[in-house]
Every structure is written in C-alpha cells, then in structure tokens.
Nanobody, 115 residues
Framework: QVQLVESGGGLVQPGGSLRLSCVAS????????MGWYRQAPGKQRELVAT???????NYADSVKGRFTISRDNAKNTVYLQMSSLKPEDTAVYYC?????????WGQGTQVTVSS
C-alpha cells in the first residue's frame, strides 16, 4: 500500500505561482513513477506532468514551459512548481503513484486561478 498526501493548493491571481507537494509513504519502494493530474468541473481528469524513477519527465502541452515537476527521493516527495498560472489551470490537482500492480491517488488539492 502507498499513501499520498498533497498540499500547497489555494487561490492565486492570473500570472501567479504555486508549488504543490505530494508526500508518499508506505511501500514507496514499489513506485516506478509519480505524477500530477487535474480535473476541472465538468471535465475528465487529465495528465499534467509525470516523473519516472530514472528522472525523465513528461508534460501536457498546455503546461509546458510553465510547470516543472521534480522530486526529492530522500523525502519521498514530488513537487509541481506552477508559474504563469491561467484561469484555465483551475482544477483539483491529484498526485498519482504508479506501481506494477496498482495506481494510487491522493485526495486532491484545489487550485483556483482568479482575480
């Protein structure tokens, strides 16, 4: 079992920045990739960014150049640095951890971009 706890969401003005954090606990040795997904009201959950155990990253086209995913292996933590935020980035952001058998999800953290 893997437990994920997100933090760092909130209300920010357009053009602003936020950093999300996700701490993993439990069977962290089984995780081969982690990532962030988001779901806006009335829309499907979508990929934001992923980072593999080897460090390779992948981003949705909509966030390339604005968001950066990183991790601290010693702290079992993955981060999402979000800059130049737009109203369309408003969503619940979910942390994801992939293991060979199961995908784990955090409880989600709300990000609202509004003036």
């Amino acid at each position: 079992q893997v437990q994920l706890v997100e933090s760092g969401g909130g209300l920010v003005q357009p053009g602003g920045s936020l950093r999300l954090s996700c701490v993993a606990s439990g069977s962290v040795f089984s995780i081969y990739a982690m990532g962030w997904y988001r779901q806006a009201p009335g829309k499907q959950r979508e990929l934001v960014a992923t980072i593999a155990r080897g460090g390779s990253t992948n981003y949705a086209d909509s966030v390339k150049g604005r968001f950066t995913i990183s991790r601290d292996n010693a702290k079992n933590t993955v981060y999402l640095q979000m800059s130049s935020l737009k109203p369309e980035d408003t969503a619940v952001y979910y942390c994801n951890a992939k293991t060979p058998l199961v995908n784990y999800w955090g409880q989600g953290t709300q990000v609202t971009v509004s003036s």
